[in-house]
């Protein structure tokens, strides 16, 4: 085989080696995530309890066909057709004020992702529904800061998969999050941390029992939710730049 030859069969394999990876880019565009705070609160005295979690969905993923993010034939796109979704552990929160910008800490926490294609949540307030199915993966993040100044919330944060797991998509793909997104993932998200979800405009906010569950993390508590959203991008690290030039398939193994 002469050199010429031998090029273009090496540039072809890694080309197709770089496309079956489908690993996001160093800095690409990794997720998109619609969500909501859930604030724990005392069922009687309506107080904050100090701790809390959230629950999302994703309307993109890089590397899963968006009509794989939802149930088949749904014709509605949000938390009720969803089959991807991800909860918070339970988080602990404190907060700081500088003048008249207060700083709401999380101490470190984890965001697990959910597979359930026969299923979706009712609606935001199934708590359950956000955590049921395949557990496909975990990212640990430390201890982050939620900035709330004139309604808005804003927060970076970035995080390691500290767990990922094959699943199967209705095509028959196995995927792995890790594989899309070896190098983790840089959230960049803005939420109205201090406005809270109302059955009616301007209403009172609305207040569900989470007291008791089925699910993996139970909360224990009332709750109150806030919006947020945002999006997530592959920060990427030695290992995701060797996967993306097809020079082998760093991090397609689970981590337990």
């Not at 949000?78 to 907060?95: L, R």
Request: glycine letters at 12%; a neutral charge.
């Amino acid at each position: 085989m002469n050199k010429r030859a031998a090029g273009m069969l090496f540039g072809a394999i890694a080309a197709i080696s770089a496309a079956n990876a489908q690993v996001v880019p160093v800095g690409g565009m990794g997720q998109h995530i619609v969500a909501r705070n859930i604030v724990g609160i005392d069922c009687k005295t309506g107080q904050p309890t100090g701790f809390g979690s959230a629950v999302l969905y994703f309307p993109y993923i890089a590397g899963i066909q968006e009509q794989y993010l939802y149930k088949a034939g749904a014709t509605v796109k949000d938390p009720t057709t969803a089959v991807i979704t991800g909860v918070f552990s339970k988080i602990v929160t404190s907060q700081s004020i500088n003048y008249d910008i207060a700083n709401v800490f999380l101490e470190p926490h984890t965001i697990s992702y959910y597979y359930h294609p026969n299923s979706s949540p009712k609606d935001w307030t199934d708590f359950d529904g956000f955590q049921t199915g395949q557990l496909i993966g975990t990212y640990q993040f430390q201890k982050n800061m939620f900035t709330v100044a004139k309604g808005l919330s804003f927060v970076v944060n970035s995080g390691p998969w500290a767990y990922t797991a094959d699943f199967v998509l209705p095509d028959g793909t196995t995927a792995n999050l890790r594989n899309f997104m070896p190098g983790g993932i840089t959230v960049a998200v803005i939420g109205e941390l201090g406005t809270f979800v109302s059955a009616t405009p301007g209403g009172a906010p609305q207040v569900t029992d989470l007291s008791r569950g089925n699910g993996p993390l139970v909360l224990g508590s009332c709750a109150v939710m806030s919006p947020f959203s945002g999006s997530g991008t592959n920060p990427g690290n030695q290992d995701s730049t060797r996967h993306l030039l097809g020079l082998g398939q760093a991090g397609s193994d689970s981590v337990k």
